[in-house]
């Protein structure tokens, strides 16, 4: 059973446009989402996070939405850069600090210049 | 600040093979995960550390894997037999806290 699902496998832009990657959560208990970035090859980076006390969080061209109620949150990238092209990853656990992440199966993103 | 060093990158072994893989963490963080990520899907916790001591291994199928962490600082994981849907790249993460920081991953084909 899919606790955290990313439905889009893959999604393009055209660079300079805003990028809005989904993800849904089935578990009320998680209340600490994070978004990495996995270029191939490489192990996922740390991109974003946010607490379910918090409905938004920025930093720099990256912008986290939460709708608790919904169970569902977005990564806005404005604008997008071709460096952006990566899979990303939402993820999420139930407790802050020190617990195992539960991920998506992720989103493809391309930007094209 | 280095990363989480894994090693090593890939391995290829045939079915009822052994491997073991190795992780040093980055230096001062006292949790540390093992994930299991199969083609196409987000990586998926098989066991977590902190320090030495095992917080959760209900995923790791314990038949034929088995992992352990020397001093509370490097760790390894090892399959035996390996299985051809242990397939996959494994990642070792390190966190002192909230964000884990990941290592490049282990790629093991298993034939």
């Known amino acids: 059973d899919q606790q955290v699902k990313q439905n889009s496998p893959s999604l393009s832009v055209q660079e300079g446009r805003i990028s809005i990657l989904n993800c849904d959560y089935t578990n009320s208990m998680f209340d600490y989402f994070l978004w990495y970035k996995k270029y191939p090859a490489e192990g996922p980076t740390f991109l974003i996070s946010i607490s379910s006390i918090k409905d938004k969080n920025e930093d720099g061209r990256f912008t986290v939405f939460l709708n608790k109620s919904a169970k569902h949150l977005s990564l806005h990238i404005v604008p997008s850069q071709p460096g952006d092209s990566a899979v990303y990853f939402c993820?999420?656990?139930?407790?802050?600090?020190?617990?195992?992440?539960?991920f998506g199966k992720g989103t493809r993103l391309s930007v094209i210049a | 600040e280095a990363g989480v060093a894994q090693s090593p990158r890939y391995k290829i072994i045939e079915k009822r093979q052994s491997v073991a893989f190795w992780c040093n963490p980055i230096s001062g963080h006292a949790t540390l995960y093992w994930y299991q990520q199969i083609l196409g899907q987000g990586p998926k916790l098989l066991i977590q550390f902190q320090n030495n001591g095992v917080v959760d291994d209900s995923q790791l199928p314990k038949d034929r894997f088995s992992a352990e962490r020397l001093k509370g600082v490097d760790s390894t994981l090892k399959i035996q037999p390996a299985k051809l849907e242990d397939s996959a790249v494994y990642l070792c993460?390190?966190?002192?806290?909230?964000?884990?920081?990941f290592g490049p991953g282990t790629r093991l084909t298993v034939t």
């Open positions: 993820a999420a656990s139930e407790f802050t600090g020190n617990t195992p992440l539960v």
């Open positions: 993460a390190s966190s002192r806290h909230y964000e884990q920081y």
